[in-house]
């Protein structure tokens, strides 16, 4: 789990959820293999074209198709901190959709939710989001709680979670089936360890 983050750190989180331990780190290890900082000391980003493209009336898209784009592109992803070149021209069209158009640390929460994390704008909330892992647990805990996804995580019902963490395409990418492995994974670890 990632380096910012203590055993207590994520037992408090998990006790806020009603979930145990094992929980909260599936969760973390699916979004973001479990670390919320690239090894360059970056926090980790994915910048999402289709988001940006919409934030802003789809007014980039014909001049930058690589950051701006009507539809989910997954070739579009440049992975590590190329994601953050991305970003970074993005900013320079227009900042505030920018920033909420990336899913930023550890659990991957998109910027637009920034209020639903305690935020009141998206710099406050990014700012939080380069600080620590810390703060990415404690945005988690928010936007789980604020969208009523607690409930779904206590009884591990993997698909309801991801159908509200991550949409309706969650199944094309198997998010349900991995949190399960991973889950299981980290479970037999705490309970065998």
């Known amino acids: 789990m990632g380096k910012d983050l203590k055993t207590s750190d994520l037992q408090a989180a998990a006790t806020l959820l009603g979930v145990d331990v094992p929980t909260v780190m599936a969760v973390a290890e699916i979004e973001s293999a479990g670390a919320g900082f690239l090894p360059d000391g970056q926090v980790k980003i994915l910048f999402e074209a289709h988001i940006f493209s919409r934030l802003t009336l789809r007014r980039y898209d014909s001049g930058y198709p690589e950051i701006s784009a009507k539809r989910w592109d997954k070739t579009l992803y440049k992975g590590g901190a190329r994601e953050h ?47 620590s892992e810390g703060e990415h647990l404690q945005a988690f805990c928010r936007f789980v709680l604020s969208m009523k996804l607690d409930d779904e995580l206590q009884r591990r019902d993997w698909a309801a979670f991801a159908a509200g963490y991550n949409g309706p395409a969650f199944a094309a990418n198997k998010y349900d089936e991995r949190l399960e492995r991973s889950y299981a994974r980290f479970n037999n670890a705490t309970v065998g360890g």
Request: aromatic share 14%.
């Open 85 to 131: 070149e991305r970003l970074w021209a993005a900013v320079a069209l227009n900042r505030d959709a920018a920033l909420q158009s990336a899913s930023w640390g550890m659990f991957q929460i998109m910027g637009f939710n920034y209020a639903r994390c305690g935020f009141a704008n998206v710099q406050e909330f990014v700012n939080a989001m380069v600080r």
